[in-house]
């Protein structure tokens, strides 16, 4: 999900409104939107998740030993230019054999957030962004810093019928949304379709805040996002269609965002939307952006003394 910057449809049935997401920084882009994908594949990041031995406490905080273990990311950039934001943001992934693990680390000298309500829209807001891609669908996760998220699943039109989605539970065709990406509607696969009331299952989530939210009279030093996605959930979003556990050397698409209300000063070129890896255009929907996430079965290794 974009920004307040985007434009963006999105849908809800059983009474929710429809309502509408106006773009401004689509003009912005260097890339001209047209089939071709804007990302070349040699500057998509890569990196190597590692196993844990003992399932992690999601309390946001990220200090358990395997957090401090795992390799940190690089440090997020715009999503336009590739130019580093002027804050830090960095990621790291480990999994188990029933999870997979976010952690999160967002500097903002002022946190601020105040959607409560699931699924409201806190793109508006600073947000952190997850999008994990299988082979005809993904799924969109965001998450503000009161721990409120906001879920949608994507999956190709093209695929409905033939990926099995047509006959699956909760994949009625009249509850889901047209949708044809962002700033890049014009994606070699076609449009998709929208499930805006879809929740991960058993999905956890904590945030913890370093400061004081939406107290700007002092400097925070930012905030930390934890998550917990059960393998179970992944059926269709696993490489190969099936749920569980990755094996070791498994490459999966997983996409690790930021979006902001406020821009870096001129003369600097800030979009607000900053990504682990950049997408060259204004939209977070293209999975063939997202960094390629290599599971290993190794834990961490210690750091050198």
Same mark, same amino acid.
């Given at each position: 999900?974009? =920004? !307040?910057?985007?434009?963006?449809?999105? +849908?809800?049935?059983?009474?929710?409104?429809?309502?509408? /997401?106006?773009?401004?920084?689509?003009?912005? !882009?260097? %890339?001209?939107?047209?089939?071709?994908?804007?990302?070349?594949?040699?500057?998509?990041?890569?990196? @190597?998740?590692?196993? %844990?031995?003992?399932?992690?406490?999601?309390?946001?905080?990220?200090?358990?030993?395997?957090?401090?273990?795992?390799?940190?990311?690089?440090?997020?950039?715009?999503?336009? @230019?590739? &130019?580093?934001?002027?804050?830090?943001?960095?990621?790291?992934?480990?999994?188990?054999?029933?999870?997979?693990?976010?952690?999160?680390?967002?500097?903002?000298?002022?946190?601020? &957030? @105040?959607?409560?309500? &699931?699924?409201? *829209?806190?793109?508006?807001?600073?947000?952190?962004?997850?999008?994990?891609? +299988?082979?005809?669908?993904?799924?969109?996760?965001?998450?503000?810093?009161?721990?409120?998220?906001?879920?949608?699943?994507?999956?190709?039109?093209?695929?409905?019928?033939?990926?099995?989605?047509?006959?699956?539970?909760?994949?009625?065709?009249?509850?889901?949304?047209?949708?044809?990406?962002?700033?890049? @509607?014009? /994606?070699?696969?076609?449009?998709?379709?929208? /499930?805006?009331?879809?929740?991960?299952?058993?999905?956890?989530?904590?945030?913890?805040?370093?400061?004081?939210?939406?107290?700007?009279?002092?400097?925070?030093?930012?905030?930390?996002?934890?998550?917990?996605?059960?393998?179970?959930?992944?059926?269709?979003?696993? *490489?190969?269609?099936?749920?569980?556990?990755? =094996?070791? +050397?498994?490459? $999966?698409?997983?996409?690790? !965002?930021?979006?902001?209300?406020? =821009?870096?000063?001129?003369?600097?070129?800030? !979009?607000?939307? $900053?990504?682990?890896?950049?997408?060259? %255009?204004?939209?977070? /929907?293209?999975?063939?952006?997202?960094?390629?996430?290599?599971?290993?079965?190794?834990?961490? *290794?210690? *750091?050198?003394?």
């Amino acid at each position: 999900m974009m =920004k !307040s910057k985007a434009f963006r449809v999105a +849908g809800w049935f059983a009474g929710l409104a429809v309502f509408f /997401h106006a773009a401004d920084a689509l003009e912005a !882009s260097p %890339v001209a939107i047209g089939s071709k994908l804007p990302c070349a594949d040699s500057e998509v990041v890569r990196y @190597t998740a590692h196993r %844990v031995s003992r399932p992690m406490v999601i309390d946001g905080r990220l200090d358990e030993p395997a957090w401090k273990l795992a390799p940190a990311s690089s440090r997020y950039v715009d999503i336009l @230019t590739g &130019a580093p934001a002027i804050h830090d943001t960095r990621a790291k992934i480990v999994w188990d054999d029933q999870n997979l693990y976010l952690g999160i680390r967002v500097e903002e000298p002022c946190v601020r &957030a @105040t959607f409560i309500k &699931a699924n409201s *829209p806190i793109y508006q807001e600073n947000d952190v962004e997850v999008f994990i891609a +299988g082979p005809d669908a993904y799924y969109e996760f965001e998450v503000n810093a009161l721990n409120t998220t906001y879920e949608v699943f994507f999956l190709w039109e093209s695929a409905y019928e033939r990926a099995g989605f047509a006959a699956a539970p909760g994949f009625a065709r009249k509850d889901l949304v047209p949708f044809n990406g962002v700033g890049f @509607t014009t /994606h070699p696969r076609g449009p998709r379709l929208g /499930h805006f009331d879809w929740h991960f299952p058993g999905k956890r989530t904590a945030v913890f805040v370093d400061g004081t939210l939406n107290d700007d009279r002092d400097r925070d030093r930012g905030w930390t996002v934890e998550i917990a996605l059960p393998w179970a959930g992944m059926k269709w979003l696993s *490489p190969d269609g099936k749920p569980g556990a990755p =094996k070791d +050397g498994d490459v $999966w698409r997983i996409d690790l !965002s930021r979006f902001n209300t406020y =821009k870096e000063a001129p003369p600097a070129k800030d !979009s607000g939307g $900053w990504v682990l890896s950049p997408h060259r %255009v204004w939209d977070s /929907h293209v999975p063939e952006c997202f960094p390629y996430i290599r599971f290993s079965t190794d834990e961490a *290794p210690a *750091p050198k003394p």
